[in-house]
Structure formats: C-alpha cells, structure tokens
C-alpha cells in the first residue's frame, strides 16, 4: 500500500488515528482538452504549527444530533489541537490530508467551528435549530487542513467573487463510507467553483488513496471515464440542495465546468497561502479562531 490511514477504535466516544507518512500513489498525466497550467509545484505550501506524523484521538463531547455536540481532536498528552490549523496538509507528490465533517449517505450538517477554540466539528444550526441537508449527500465531504478562503480576496477568474471565509471544501468519491474526524489522504483530480450567495466556495473532486479504484485515476478525464457521470452529479447536488428550502440555486464560475487537476491544485496552494497569512495575523482573523 503506497499510503495508509488507520482507524482504529477504543474506549467509547474515541478513535485513535495514525496517520503514516509512506510514499503516496502518483498516477500518470492525461492530456486534457481544457487545460489551466500553473506553478504550483515551484510554489511553497506553508504549514507554520503543523503536527507531522501526527498521532491523535478523536474525543466526542456530548450526544450527536444535540447542540452541545463536539468531536475535538487531541494529542498523545490529551492537549486538545485543531484539525483546521495543526493537521499538516501537505504530505508530498500532491497527495494531501482530507478531514472528514459528514460521511457519505448522511444528512447531518457537519463542519469544523471556526469561530470556537480548537475548532471541533459539530452540527451547523441556523435560528437555533440543527441544520440538515434535505436528502443526503451522496460523497465523504469535508476541509483540506491549513486551507482558507479570504474573503477579503476578489477571485478575478471567477467573476470578482470573494472567498468564503472557510477551509477548502473536498468532495471524495470513494466507495467506502467514511467516520466524523476520520483523516483520509487524498489526491485531488478536479475542482469545481460554486457560487453560494456570491460567495466563492471551492469544492475539490478528490479520491482516498485507500480506494481501490485510486490507480484507476489521476486527472479529470479518468473521472470521466471510471466514474462517468460523478462530476455532473456533484455539481447538481450542490445546485440544487437548498431550492427545497426556499433558496435559489447555487451557480458555479468557470463556464459552469469542472476544472482539471492543475487548477484543482492551484486553488489548494493559493489557499494555503491565504491561511498561512491569517495565521500569521497578517489578515484580521475577525471571530476566527487560530487556536
């Protein structure tokens, strides 16, 4: 196995996670028809309090589906740290950490706090009620660590948008159902640029390195041939999950397309970029929590 992630569960509400840092999977290169060529690999991906080869519990407080509910994470010493700020997102040959907020087949609304120390993942609520998806999402869905979307950035390619003050979102289309705080790796293999309320909203199409089908595909046009119809879904999904509440649908930049590995991976380092600045308190962090 070229990279591995192993859940292994204890004592009642923990799960100890390892994470092994073995040369990831590198697939081959595709020749795409629509192409976005950068220099990402030239780039510097930031990682500042990054825990590497990081061994951690996750630790739930409370019962789920309550608003107390909490899943931190926590060191070897029972230190609480952040899944957003001190998992590493980089592990090498573009193969990146992928933090689990709502498992495939699930409808509860989860998400890291990013406004509470140590952001844990709880469920979102709106007017004091616990937000659910009104059916459920049909991928692993999640935030790349160490990633953030500035808001106070105008994205010139995707009509001035400004980002949403989040983590990279990841949808991974993998066959197995994941857990909350499991941390997958992943390689991504496209992107998509949602547009919720005009906020800008990435969502990269990525695979776990642990799917059996991961050697299967390396870019955008592998998805298409092994998982046809997978991309359209997603983007469809997301169109459309708020209409039954009431809202309009979301819209998506880039020609309403999905983009190709290389621009997947631009979006990740220019948003590693954007956290390593927060965290440096080069940006105002508003009620964000750094800790």
């Not at 060191?75 to 980089?90: A, E, Y």
Request: net charge neutral; charged share 25%; with cysteine.
């Amino acid at each position: 196995m070229a990279a591995a992630t192993r859940v292994i569960a204890s004592s009642s509400n923990t799960i100890t996670t390892t994470l092994f840092s073995k040369s990831p999977f590198v697939g081959k290169t595709q020749n795409l028809c629509l192409r976005f060529k950068n220099n990402v690999q030239k780039r510097r991906l930031f990682t500042c309090r990054a825990i590497y080869n990081p061994q951690f519990q996750i630790k739930e407080e409370g019962q789920p589906e309550t608003l107390d509910y909490r899943v931190f994470f926590v060191d070897n010493s029972g230190k609480k740290i952040s899944p957003w700020h001190d998992i590493p997102l980089r592990l090498g040959d573009n193969v990146f950490n992928f933090i689990v907020e709502i498992p495939k087949e699930s409808s509860a609304k989860m998400e890291v706090a990013t406004d509470e120390l140590f952001t844990p993942i709880k469920q979102d609520t709106k007017k004091g009620k616990l937000r659910y998806y009104p059916y459920n999402i049909n991928w692993n869905y999640g935030l790349l660590p160490q990633t953030w979307e500035d808001p106070s950035f105008a994205n010139p390619e995707v009509e001035g948008a400004f980002g949403d003050n989040d983590p990279v979102d990841v949808v991974e289309i993998g066959g197995r159902q994941a857990k909350i705080g499991e941390v997958l790796k992943v390689k991504p293999l496209a992107t998509l640029a949602m547009l919720d309320e005009g906020e800008l909203d990435w969502k990269i199409v990525a695979i776990s390195l642990d799917d059996p089908r991961a050697s299967l595909v390396s870019d955008i046009d592998d998805v298409e041939k092994h998982f046809p119809g997978t991309l359209t879904a997603i983007r469809d999904w997301f169109r459309d999950y708020k209409i039954p509440d009431g809202k309009p649908a979301n819209k998506f930049g880039l020609g309403n397309k999905a983009a190709n590995k290389d621009y997947a991976l631009k979006v990740i380092t220019e948003a590693n970029e954007s956290w390593a600045k927060l965290v440096k308190r080069s940006i105002a962090a508003g009620e964000l929590s750094l800790v």
